[in-house]
């Protein structure tokens, strides 16, 4: 039965008492037959939330859907982290997953976003990076290293993460490749390549968004609207696309330095000893609640 710790202090018994045991984090209720699993599903309270400052704090085990009800409340989102797009159901996979979205080519990668936390490693020691504030000199930035370590350094507990306005409008559609170059003049918040299309996304205060759907008429581009539903479905489909080709073979320099980096939070070899086969990301629809103990490169 997967264990369900209701502190931070929990999690860190918990770890306290393991020596070289293999593990399984996840956010929900799933048990995994070769490991034990730890599942941060009640770890998931909002902390702190300052919508002028444009910051939140919040457990790692909070869904999705409950952050982004939260930031809409007050008219704010984290733009890669939208759920009805996202693979991940919890805040905690999708950093530890480094979930990706085209999105973030304009609004800025996820671990961006993150400005600090609080972690466990594999010892039971608990500690914070980072701060509360976007412009921090407080060492290293420790917290960002955990976004893609897909569990390999500990358990992330909670985290701060930096907040934008959500936009008024809207606009998502299909348009032919070559008009890509054209399209750019637009400044979409999101245009990516799916099925021989370009995915492309306006969002922005709603006179401006109208004003370039206008300019698009009038150009007499040819695009194919999406409601809703269609594009997440699309979203989805990227994805896990664009995750493959980031799955290469770590460089001997970079497998040395994160060789070095796991002995620091994983001393005992806990979260390194039991190593899983890649998730089948092909299966879009199925939403990823857990994440397996492996560690691929960074992105740029």
């Not at 409950?66 to 890669?80: A, C, H, M, V």
């Not at 999105?103 to 010892?123: D, E, H, P, S, V």
């Not at 150009?219 to 989805?236: A, H, P, R, S």
């Amino acid at each position: 039965m997967p264990f369900f710790p209701k502190t931070n202090e929990d999690v860190s018994q918990f770890l306290r008492s393991r020596s070289k045991s293999s593990l399984h984090i996840t956010g929900g209720a799933h048990d995994h037959p070769r490991a034990e699993t730890i599942s941060l599903s009640q770890l998931k309270k909002g902390l702190v939330y300052e919508p002028e400052e444009m910051i939140i704090s919040v457990q790692a085990g909070i869904t999705l859907v409950e952050l982004q009800q939260i930031l809409k409340e007050n008219g704010q989102w984290i733009p890669t982290l939208v759920a009805e797009e996202s693979l991940q159901l919890t805040l905690g996979a999708a950093i530890a997953m480094d979930h990706y979205h085209p999105r973030a080519k304009n609004c800025g990668m996820l671990r961006t976003t993150i400005l600090g936390g609080t972690f466990c490693a594999t010892n039971g020691e608990i500690f914070k990076s980072g701060s509360r504030v976007v412009k921090s000199v407080a060492g290293y930035d420790i917290h960002r290293a955990f976004c893609g370590s897909r569990g390999r350094f500990g358990v992330i507990l909670d985290l701060t993460l930096k907040v934008q306005p959500m936009p008024e409008m809207f606009y998502h559609f299909f348009a032919p490749i070559e008009t890509g170059e054209t399209l750019l003049r637009y400044h979409p918040t999101c245009i990516e390549e799916s099925r021989g299309k370009l995915l492309v996304e306006f969002a922005g205060y709603k006179e401006d968004v109208l004003v370039d759907v206008e300019n698009l008429t009038l150009g007499n581009f040819t695009v194919q609207e999406l409601d809703e539903e269609k594009w997440n479905y699309e979203i989805k489909n990227v994805i896990p696309l664009r995750d493959k080709g980031k799955a290469k073979i770590l460089s001997p320099e970079v497998e040395f330095l994160l060789h070095n980096v796991r002995k620091v939070f994983d001393p005992d070899g806990i979260l390194t000893k039991f190593d899983f086969s890649p998730i089948n990301s092909e299966v879009a629809d199925k939403p990823v609640n857990d994440f397996p103990l492996r560690v691929f490169p960074m992105r740029k």
